[in-house]
């Protein structure tokens, strides 16, 4: 049997072979813009940094005001019990056994400063001092400095003694918006002033209590204020930190959204590019498959007539037999190239029906064996008994028979062909391994394409009409170089239950 004849012919199977369509919407996705959900991130980022700025500087605002209010209640409650002590301790007493009140004499202002000192013992008061309602001067102070002087009292003396209602106001050394780099603040940076009329209590119902003095009470909220800074500067760390998570989240998936984006991209391009193969080989197929099939039959008449000449030697001279022999040849050789192009061509539909790959196997080498003995090609075979598929025998027997003369043909002498199969996953795994130099790297992705040969007498057809059988089982075929060198090529074939 020649190696046409292995190959078989299959005009009268299923020659039926549909063109692919281009899938609808594939340009579409290369068009999808990401860089503007870049600029919604950097967006996002900003819009997150100023809200959380706002917010810091609302929060903040509210912890100061509060703060303030807080101290503001607390020296009006001093205040009016200042104003009461004064009042019952000293005020009364002085004018009871003295007559009148002169803070100048050291005996009153002793027991003034007795009195005072024991109702702001322990309170978190600087300063205390009170002014003559009639001179502006310094009548009392705590600390005794400016005692007796005017042009001390703060501006705002006049709008308390007029009005009768109590001031606060906020003075710092720094401008507010120095303080959150200058932390730790000095002690006194912030300090707390509050003003309020000093009156006597009244006797009688309808008399209006005269106004003795004007009591400044001075506060240091230095502590108080760098810890509501500290509360901003936390609100605004927290926040940036927060923001920068989110944006680095954000900048991760988009990232992540763009490589799978251009890998998609890239697939949908490389798949329309072999769909557009596809469509030009297939339609090209059809026209050399009709050509070819049209020569098949003149060559057949070529063939066997040079084979007849052939065998009547008594009628021809050595030249012309030779000449004969030529033609017999190569009318063989091209009658196998057009078979060849048209199995693939037309690929044939398998007739499936059980079979046990170990019988399609024997088959094979038994065709071989003359050419394995000659080559000095010693075979292994590690396959289990019981290896049944539905398929079609004859193509997987050209199929097997393809892929172990590629591998006698590599070694071009002495060596080993393996094959091993197992089942996997319902599947039958069958590896072909030679000892030869395996597919060169710089060609193995073109081995599959149609009419790629490194053999001079070669058609690039063998492993193409493999890979189009196996498919047409449901198969796949992968081609690898053993880990030891040699060309290895695994084919898998969907088991009985996945037929
Ligand atoms: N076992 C192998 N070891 C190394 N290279 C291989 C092997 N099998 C195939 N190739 C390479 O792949 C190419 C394509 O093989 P394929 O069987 O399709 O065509 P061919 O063998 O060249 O021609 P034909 O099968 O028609 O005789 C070969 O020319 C060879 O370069
Ligand atoms: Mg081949």
């Known amino acids: 049997m020649t190696e046409a004849q292995a190959n078989g012919q299959h005009d009268s199977q299923d020659r039926t072979r549909k063109p692919l369509e281009l899938p609808t919407g594939l340009a579409s996705t290369q068009d999808i813009p990401l860089s503007y959900a870049r600029t919604i991130s950097w967006f996002s980022l900003v819009l997150i940094l100023m809200c959380s700025l706002v917010l810091s500087f609302f929060v903040s605002n509210k912890a100061r005001e509060a703060l303030l209010t807080r101290q503001e209640r607390f020296a009006q409650v001093l205040v009016e019990n200042l104003n009461h002590q004064i009042f019952q301790r000293f005020a009364l007493p002085t004018l009871v056994a003295h007559g009148r009140i002169a803070l100048r004499q050291p005996a009153q202002f002793d027991r003034m400063d007795q009195v005072v000192k024991s109702v702001i013992h322990g309170l978190p008061v600087a300063r205390l001092r009170i002014y003559d309602p009639y001179t502006r001067a310094v009548a009392y102070a705590t600390d ?23 001031s606060t106001t906020m003075v710092s050394t720094i401008p507010t918006w120095q303080a959150p780099f200058r932390i730790p603040l000095e002690k006194g940076t912030f300090v707390l002033q509050v003003l309020c009329p000093l009156r006597g209590e009244s006797i009688q119902p309808d008399v209006t209590p005269p106004v003795m003095g004007v009591l400044e009470l001075t506060q240091d909220i230095t502590g108080d204020y760098e810890q509501v800074m500290a509360i901003q500067g936390i609100i605004v760390l927290m926040c940036l930190m927060s923001s920068m998570v989110l944006f680095i989240l954000l900048h991760m998936l988009l990232r992540r959204a763009e490589r799978i984006l251009a890998e998609r991209m890239l697939k949908n391009r490389q798949l329309e590019n072999e769909i557009h193969s596809n469509e030009k080989l297939v339609s090209m197929g059809r026209v050399v498959a009709s050509i070819a099939h049209e020569i098949r039959n003149p060559l057949g008449i070529i063939q066997s007539s040079a084979e007849l000449l052939k065998s009547r030697p008594d009628r021809n001279d050595a030249a012309s037999s030779r000449i004969l022999a030529a033609v017999y040849d190569e009318a063989l050789r091209l009658s196998r190239t057009v078979n060849d192009f048209l199995d693939y061509a037309r690929p044939v539909k398998p007739n499936k029906i059980p079979i046990d790959l170990n019988m399609v196997l024997d088959q ?112 796949r075929m992968e081609l690898a170089n053993g880990e030891t060198g040699g060309a290895l090529v695994r084919v898998m074939l969907p088991g009985e239950g996945n037929d």
């Open 144 to 166: 005794r400095e400016g005692l007796g002087k005017q042009g001390l009292a703060p501006a705002k003396l006049d709008a308390v003694l007029e009005s009768l209602s109590t």
């Open 364 to 475: 094979a080498f038994a065709f071989m064996e003359v050419e394995t003995q000659k080559q000095h090609v010693t075979v292994e075979r590690d396959t289990p008994p019981d290896l049944v598929i539905p398929g079609d025998k004859d193509l997987l027997y050209r199929a097997f028979y393809n892929i172990l003369v590629n591998g006698l043909q590599a070694m071009n002498g002495e060596g080993k062909m393996k094959v091993t199969a197992r089942r996997e996953n319902g599947n039958v795994v069958l590896e072909f391994l030679d000892s030869g130099p395996g597919f060169d790297p710089k060609t193995v992705n073109s081995i599959l394409d149609p009419f790629f040969t490194t053999k001079e007498a070669g058609t690039g057809l063998g492993l193409p009409i493999v890979q189009s059988i196996v498919i047409s089982h449901g198969g």
